[in-house]
C-alpha cells in the first residue's frame, strides 16, 4: 500500500493553530490593562478610559499630558497625528480573567472578517481589476515586451523593485498596497525564468525592510516618535543608513537565489509546483508567439501603472485610507474595460471572475486579524507589554537594547499593526531609556526593528495572505526566509549597539 504523502498544511490552518494557542493563553496569561486616553477634537477635551471600563473627561491640555507622564506635545492629537487610544504609564491593573472559550473562537473569524471589511473589498477590487486586464492580453503582449527588453539583464527587474517598494514602506508604510501588484508581476518574473517566490521576496521583503528601518512613514516613526515626546528626525541619520545597507543585504540574497534558479530550475524551492504556478499565471502566454503590444493594450497598461502613482500620492499626501484606494482600482478598471472594446456582460463577467480568484486570499486577511481580536478580548496584550518592561528596569545599556529588541519581536507577533503597537507601548516603554541613561529615538528603533523583524514570518501578518496568492506553503517561505533573517537580526543589532554609543 502506497504512503500518503505528508504535506505541510495551508495558511487558514496554520491560522487556526495560532488561534487555538492565543485562546489558550488567555487562560494562562494574567487579564490586565493600562488606562488610555482618547482625544476628542469635537469637544477639545481626553477622555480617560480607566482599566475598569469607566470613563472621565479631562481638560484637552498640555498639562493633562504632563501630569499623566506622557511626553507629547498637545499638538500632535490637535493635528490629528494621533487618533488611536494612548496607554498611561504606571496605570496597569489586573481585570477579570476573560478567557475566550470555543465559541469566541469560532465566531472570531467572522468578526475579524468585519473588523478587515476595508482590506477585503480592496482586495476583491484589485482582483477584478486584474480579472479584465487578463482578458483583454495586455499583461501577455506587456510580459512578452518586458521579457525581451530585460533579455541578459533580468537581475534589474529585482533590483527596481526591491528598491521601489522599499522606499514606498519607509516613506508612507506601504504594505497591504502591495498585493495588487503580485499578480501584475508573478508573471514577469516567471517569464525572465526565475520562480514566484523570488518575485514574492522583491516584493514583501521591500516592503518589509523600507518599513522595519522607516524613516517619514507617518504609521512607525511619526506616531512612535510622537507618543516618546521626541522629534522624528531624532535618530533618522542612523535609520537612513539602516535602510540603504539592509536593502542591498536584502538584495544581494535574493539575488543570490535568483542566480541559482535561472540556472537550475530544479534549484528552486518550488520546482513541484513550476507547471502549476506557470498554467495559472501564464496562460496562453508564448515568448515566441506573443499578442502583439498595440497602442490600446499599451493604453490600458499606462492607466493601470498610473493607477499606482495616484494612489501612492493619495496615501503620502492626501492621507487616502483604503475607501479612496478601492474607489481609484474601481475607477481605473471601469475606464480600462471601456478601453477594450468589450461589453459590458463580458466586463462584468470577467471582473466578477478576478474577485473571484482573491477570495481565499481576502478570507485569509481577516482569519487572521481574529487572533489579534481573542487577544483583545482576553486582556492579555496589555499584560504582556506590563511584564515585558517590567523585565528591563535597571539593565546595562547594551544589553538593554538587545533585550527591548527581543521584547519588540513578541510584541510583535501579538500586535501585528504599527500604529497601533506604538501607541500602546511606546509611552510605557520609552520612559525606561531614561533610567538606563539613553536617549528616547533608541526606543524607537528597537521599536521599528523588533516589529519589522517578526513581519517576515508572522502568520497574524500579510505573509500567508501573499503565499496563498501563488498556494505557496508557510514551511518553503520560512525555509527561503530565515537565513536572510538571520543576517538582518545580526545587522539589526549592531546599528542598535552603535546607536548607544554615538
Known amino acids: 500500500m502506497k504512503k500518503k504523502k505528508i504535506s505541510f498544511p495551508t495558511a487558514f490552518t496554520v491560522l487556526v493553530i495560532v488561534l487555538i494557542l492565543a485562546a489558550v493563553l488567555t487562560y494562562i496569561v494574567p487579564a490586565g490593562t493600562y488606562a488610555k486616553i482618547k482625544y476628542e477634537p469635537d469637544k477639545k477635551v481626553f477622555t480617560m478610559i480607566k482599566p475598569d471600563t469607566s470613563t472621565k473627561e479631562l481638560p484637552g491640555t498640555q498639562e493633562t499630558l504632563n501630569k499623566m507622564g506622557i511626553k507629547t506635545e498637545i499638538g500632535k492629537f490637535e493635528d490629528g ?3 488611536k487610544p494612548v496607554a498611561i504609564p504606571g496605570t496597569y491593573e489586573k481585570v477579570t480573567q476573560t478567557p475566550q472559550g470555543f465559541f469566541a473562537v469560532l465566531q472570531s473569524p467572522i468578526k475579524g472578517i468585519y473588523d478587515t471589511i476595508d482590506i477585503i473589498t480592496f482586495v476583491l477590487i484589485i482582483g ?6 487578463n482578458n483583454t492580453g495586455a499583461f501577455d503582449a506587456g510580459i512578452a515586451s518586458l521579457s525581451r527588453a530585460t533579455k541578459g539583464r533580468e537581475f534589474l527587474l529585482i533590483v527596481v523593485v526591491t528598491v521601489l517598494i522599499s522606499i514606498g514602506g519607509t516613506t508612507f508604510g506601504m504594505a497591504e498596497e502591495t498585493i495588487a501588484l503580485y499578480p501584475v508581476l508573478i508573471p514577469i518574473f516567471i517569464a525572465t525564468g526565475y520562480d514566484a517566490i523570488v518575485c514574492i521576496a522583491a516584493i514583501y521583503m521591500g516592503s518589509s525592510i523600507g518599513t522595519m528601518f522607516s524613516t517619514v512613514n507617518p504609521f512607525s516613526s511619526i506616531i512612535a516618535s510622537n ?18 545597507i539592509a536593502t542591498i543585504i536584502t538584495i544581494i540574497y535574493i539575488l543570490k537565489y535568483a542566480k541559482k534558479v535561472k540556472a537550475d530550475a530544479t534549484k528552486s524551492l518550488i520546482y513541484a509546483q513550476k507547471e502549476e504556478i506557470e498554467k495559472k499565471f501564464l496562460v496562453d502566454y508564448s515568448d515566441e508567439e506573443a499578442f502583439k503590444f498595440t497602442g490600446r493594450r499599451k493604453l490600458m497598461l499606462i492607466i493601470f501603472a498610473l493607477t499606482f502613482v495616484v494612489m501612492v500620492w493619495g496615501v503620502s499626501i492626501k492621507q487616502w485610507w483604503f475607501t479612496e484606494m478601492t474607489a481609484l482600482f474601481l475607477c481605473s478598471g471601469i475606464i480600462i474595460g471601456v478601453i477594450s472594446g468589450m461589453g459590458e456582460k463580458e466586463f462584468v463577467n470577467k471582473f466578477v471572475a478576478g474577485a473571484g480568484d482573491l477570495i481565499g486570499v481576502a478570507l485569509i486577511i481577516g482569519v487572521a486579524r481574529s487572533i489579534n481580536l481573542v487577544m483583545e478580548q482576553g486582556m492579555i496584550s496589555d499584560s504582556i507589554l506590563y511584564m515585558a518592561s517590567g523585565a528591563v528596569k535597571g539593565m546595562n545599556s547594551m544589553l538593554f537594547v538587545i533585550v527591548m529588541l527581543i521584547v519588540f519581536l513578541v510584541l510583535g507577533f501579538f500586535i501585528p499593526s504599527s500604529s497601533g503597537l506604538a501607541v500602546l507601548s511606546i509611552p510605557i516603554i520609552a ?21 519589522g523583524l517578526m513581519a517576515f514570518i508572522t502568520p497574524t501578518g500579510l505573509i500567508l495572505a501573499t503565499l496563498a496568492m501563488v498556494d505557496v506553503t508557510y514551511d518553503k517561505w520560512l525555509k527561503f526566509i530565515m537565513p536572510l533573517m538571520g543576517y538582518i537580526t545580526a545587522f539589526a543589532v549592531v546599528m542598535l549597539l552603535v546607536e548607544t554609543v554615538i
Open 81 to 83: 497625528s494621533i487618533t
Open 128 to 133: 477584478g481589476v486584474i480579472g479584465v486586464l
Open 431 to 451: 520612559p525606561l531609556a531614561d533610567t538606563v541613561g539613553l536617549s528616547r529615538d533608541i526606543i524607537i528603533s528597537t521599536y521599528q526593528y523588533g516589529q
Open 227 to 244: 507618543a516618546a515626546g521626541i522629534k522624528f528626525t531624532q535618530g533618522l541619520t542612523v535609520r537612513i543608513v539602516g535602510l540603504v
